[in-house]
Structure formats: C-alpha cells, structure tokens
C-alpha cells in the first residue's frame, strides 16, 4: 500500500513538501487529477499517480498544462474534487482557460496548483505567480511550511467549494523540496462521479453570458476578501512597534532571526498565507501598531506594493519597505543568514555576522556542470548533426528537457530557447530571415505538448528548415513521466493508445521525413545530411530508449568498452563527445566501466578504434 494511503490519523511521517501536498488531496477527497510534469511540482503528480494504480482516484499527465486544466474545468463543473498541477511556468501556458475558467466558476472543489522556482533550479525563469491570482481574480493561499501545506490544501479544497471558484495554491521550491514531520489526518471520502446540469447561460462564454459572469466573479471575490481577514492563514505574532510583513518560507526566517537577534518583544509578524485577497482591514490595523514596516517575500513588491497602497488609504505615514538597493533584492532565493542581516540593518539593531569558516587549507571543491547522462541518445544525435552540419553556417534552436544541455561544450548545439514548443516556431522565424541553416530540436514528449502546432505553421508557410526530434521514449527530465508517444505496455499499464510521431509528422504534410538511430554513426549522418539538403520542412525522427529508463525497465545492459593500448591520444571522445564515463588517468584516456552504458559512440568516433568492449 503507498504510504500515502495509510489510514492512521495522528501518526507522524516524515514527507517531502509534495508529498504532504499529495496526502493533504487524498485527505480532502480528492478524486480527479490532472497534470504535466514540471520541477519542482513533478512528486505531487507521481505520488497521485501512483495512488491511482491502488484506488479509485482518476489521474492522468496530460499533454500539457493548458490540456490540464480544460479537462479539470470538466470533471470540476460535473461536481467532482479536482486537483490540477503545474510548475510556474506552466501557469503561462493554462493561462487562456485560467481567465475564463475565474468567471465560470465551479462546482466542485478545485484546486489549481503552482511551484514557483525562486533561484531557477530547474527553469528559465523565476516569474512570481502570484500575479496571476491578482490577474483571474481567484483566491491564493500560499503555505510555510511543509506541515501547513497539507493542511492548506484540505482547506483550498473547502474554500473552492464555499466560494464556487478554482483556488490557487502558490509553493516554492522550499517548501516543494523539504522534508519534515507531518501529522496524519482523517483518509477524505471520494466521490468519483458527478453530473452535469446544463446552464448555457452560465457555462457558454460569450460575450452577453461573461459580462454576467464577470459581475459574479468580483462578488465571490469580495467574498473571498471577507474570508481574508479572519482565516487563520493570515495572522498577527509578537506586539513590539517594529513591524515585519512576510509570507511562504520568508515566514521561517524571520521567526527564526527575530529570536536570534533578540529583538522579539519589539517586533510584531504579520504572516500573510492568503495572500489574493489580501485581508486589507487587518493589514491596516496591523500598520496602526507599527512605527516602522519591513516587508519579506521572495520574488517580486507584490505585497509591498499593496501594503503601502493600504496605508495611503488610512492615511498613514510610516515607512514601509521591501525591495532595494541595501534591502531584499527581487532576484532568486532568500536565506536565513540574508533575511536575518537586511532585518538587523533596517531596524538598527547591532548585529556581528558569524565569522566566515576559513577554508585555506581545504582544497577547491571540482566544478560539476550539468551534463547528458553516460550513454544519452542525444549526444550521439548532436554529434552526428554537428557532423552532417560541418561547413555551415547554422543557427540550432532548442527546447527545453534534457536535450537542452547539449549547448554546453564541447556539444554546443544550442543557440536560442524561450519556451516549451519554442524551437520550431522560432525556426520558423530564423528561416524567413536570415540566409543561415536553421535546426531546431525538440524533445518526444515537447513535441507533444506544443511542438505540433509550430510545425502545423512551418509546413503552412513553407519554412525552410530542420527539425530533429529526439524521441526517447519518455519524459525524461522531470522523471520518467509517461506522454502520448510512450509504449505504456513497457510500463506494464494498460488502457492508453500510443500515439505515432512519424504519423503525426507524416499527416501533417512535411515533404522530407528520417527516422535514425543515433547510435549508429555513420548511418545517421548520412541520412542527417540528405535531410538537412532539403529545401522547405525536413523531419528527423531520432529514436532510442533513454538509458536511464531502460535501466528502470531492467532492459539488457550492454557490456561496456574500455580504452586499448591501441589509443593515440587525440581525445577525439572526450573534445567530441564529453561523455562523463571518461576520465584522465596518468594523462592518459580511461572509461569508467560502472559509468559506461555500452552505447558503442566512442568507439565509432575514435580514429584509432582503440575503444573496445570489455571482454567480460
């Protein structure tokens, strides 16, 4: 049974962030899920996931955020509890039914899920999403702690359905990625099928039907601000003058420094967990105690902005800040140490920082940049396109999964990336205006998730470009994560239809279409070649498994190779390829046998065939 279905109220586990998130669902009765995977959101989706194998709970990873939520709207509005989740960035592509989705409301409770990625762990960005509550209209609740993100989620859950709208609830990698002890609550009864009552003037958005909508969207928000000021998620600790307004893990700090500096009884904490509507009464009466307000959140002035717009308001007159040259910056993640300096300075409170450990003596730790795993697909499909591409002048877009690592030396096969699906629509544009030949890559499951539309473009407009798909089988960078491409029989699943690229390609009209196997060199630059000669929409289809996943399906592994003495040491493999299965022994080339996969690309690649398998 998954840990998350034990049904033992008020015992204590430990859990990661996602997973009390994950338990607090199961908990509110959670009985639809939908998602697409992105860090750091992706163990809340494997979690219900793996839930769904050993319950009636309905999960599924769709094919992308936007797809997600329309089919949360669905199962929602037919009054059944829903969760759909995404990371930040996700929220920009569910953006357009998220608008829209704000004046229809719901029936059942849903909870719409966003992990911020404050410092860009894992993405291209660091947008703050809690603009979007502001944007839709919609309530956002924001946890700060692992122990009260399951018990926010209970209660998005009950809110959603008191106030008949979609709540939105805001982590951070923090809080998304750190582990702590959680107690158990009572095991939430699903309801797994609801109905529809039809209501065109309700659900049909046209214009006569969202003006209407419009009007109830801002009562249930004004209902929602009545809620503001009296949940329990915003409150008031402490009772000094100097006041201090925080949310999310912001909140661990400052609890944590005001006693360090020993300035508690001078400081009063204004935690803010709901924070669209903000609960406007309480923050003014908060600034009628205080002489002087420091305002700590992560991101963006959001709440800075909006306390100091309350105070004009009650015309009061006390400084109030946030954001600034010699306070908190807007960039990446706060720490203990950093939020415990900028509340000393701004309050002037004497304060001598830890000295700094001397490490003189302690050698330089070796940098470790990220890098495609030993025997990654993707590499090999670089190294051959780097190869048929040799003497042009090339432009490589690419797209974001692990592929996008392949920009880095000594690959180098990225030049320009926005976004999930970017690649072959900025092609689109490389194409028209510069005399350079254009290659975009994309990944199996970015393909799918908006990939086909910018190729349904280029082949429209006929484009002039490559278009490499690297298809291994899986959504790899976020963690195995099935899309429609996937054969999910491996996965021993049954009840999914697996959905062909080479068809979807080849329906679309694309005059030139490849299917290679990186790991046989030669062949594949050849074919790569005749691709890239083509003049309009080319396709090349790059299939193998990625290893990683093989190695999850216990697939058979490949006896790996070692370096002979046959080896001149011209270090073709590692200038080329970068493999991170060799190392420098003596100065002399070597293989890591528990590193190697077995790929066979080196040895293609060496001049000398001096890479050869291990015998035993």
Not at 381 to 398: E, N, Q, W
Not at 410 to 436: K, W
């Amino acid at each position: 049974m998954h840990k998350l279905l034990a049904d033992e109220p008020g015992a204590k586990i430990l859990m990661l962030g996602n997973e009390a998130i994950a338990r607090g669902a199961v908990e509110a009765g959670v009985a639809f899920a939908t998602t697409y995977p992105g860090t750091p959101s992706s163990e809340i989706s494997l979690n219900l996931f793996q839930i769904s194998q050993q319950s009636d709970l309905y999960f599924e990873y769709s094919t992308n955020e936007k797809v997600a939520l329309e089919v949360a709207a669905g199962a929602a509005n037919a009054g059944v509890r829903t969760m759909c989740m995404m990371k930040h960035v996700g929220m920009n592509v569910a953006a357009d039914p998220l608008m829209t989705l704000a004046y229809v409301g719901v029936k059942g409770g849903l909870v719409i899920l966003t992990a911020d990625d404050p410092n860009m762990f894992s993405s291209q960005n660091e947008q703050d999403n809690r603009y979007y509550a502001k944007m839709s209209g919609l309530p956002m609740l924001e946890p700060s702690s692992v122990a009260e993100a399951l018990e926010m989620v209970r209660h998005a859950f009950d809110l959603s359905e008191e106030l008949r709208e979609p709540v939105i609830l805001r982590t951070t990698t923090r809080i998304n990625h750190s582990s702590a002890f959680v107690e158990l609550g009572t095991l939430g009864q699903r309801t797994t099928s609801g109905v529809f009552k039809k209501d065109p003037l309700s659900y049909v958005t046209v214009p006569a039907v969202s003006r209407k909508l419009h009007v109830k969207l801002l009562e249930n928000l004004a209902k929602a601000a009545r809620i503001s000021e009296t949940t329990p998620f915003n409150h008031v600790s402490g009772s000094g003058t100097w006041g201090v307004v925080c949310n999310g893990v912001s909140h661990n700090y400052i609890s944590d420094a005001v006693q360090e500096l020993g300035i508690a009884d001078r400081v009063r904490i204004l935690r803010i967990g709901m924070s669209n509507p903000l609960p406007a009464d309480l923050i003014k009466a908060f600034l009628k105690e205080c002489d002087k307000v420091l305002v700590v959140e992560e991101g963006e002035p959001f709440m800075e902005e909006a306390v100091k717009a309350l105070a004009q308001e009650a015309a009061l007159t006390l400084p109030i800040h946030g954001k600034g040259e010699d306070l908190f910056s807007r960039l990446y993640e706060f720490d203990p140490a950093m939020v415990r300096r900028v509340l000393a300075a701004y309050f002037s409170v004497a304060y001598t920082p830890p000295a700094k450990i001397d490490l003189a003596d302690i050698p330089e730790i070796p940098a470790r940049p990220p890098n495609l795993c030993a025997g990654c697909s993707h590499r090999a499909t670089y190294y051959a396109v780097k190869k048929a591409a040799k003497g042009m002048d090339t432009i490589y877009a690419t797209d974001i999964g692990c592929y996008t690592l392949g920009f880095l030396p000594p690959l180098s096969m990225g030049d320009f990336v926005i976004c999930m699906g970017s690649s072959v629509s900025s092609a689109c544009g490389f194409s028209r205006a510069t005399d350079q030949k254009v290659v975009a890559f994309i990944g199996d499951s970015t393909f799918f998730h908006s990939g086909i539309t910018g190729l349904i473009n280029a082949v429209h407009n006929n484009h002039n470009f490559t278009l490499v798909i690297l298809d291994n089988g899986i959504t790899a960078m976020t963690g195995h994560q099935p899309h429609p491409g996937v054969d999910m029989a491996a996965m021993q699943m049954e009840g999914y239809h697996r959905v062909s690229i080479e068809a979807v390609v080849r329906a679309l009209g694309v005059g030139h279409i490849t299917l290679v196997k990186p790991f046989k060199v030669k062949k594949s630059i050849t074919a790569i070649e005749e691709a890239l000669a083509y003049k309009g929409v080319s396709v090349i289809i790059s299939q193998e498994i990625c290893t990683l996943y093989a190695r999850s399906l216990k697939m058979p592994r490949q006896r790996p190779f070692q370096v002979s003495e046959r080896c001149k040491n011209h270090r073709d493999c590692i200038n080329e390829l970068g493999c991170p299965a060799f190392y420098l022994d003596a100065n002399r080339v070597r293989i890591d046998a528990n590193a190697c996969v077995g790929c066979a690309v080196c040895a293609q690649v060496c001049p000398e065939n001096a890479i050869v398998r291990v015998k035993e």
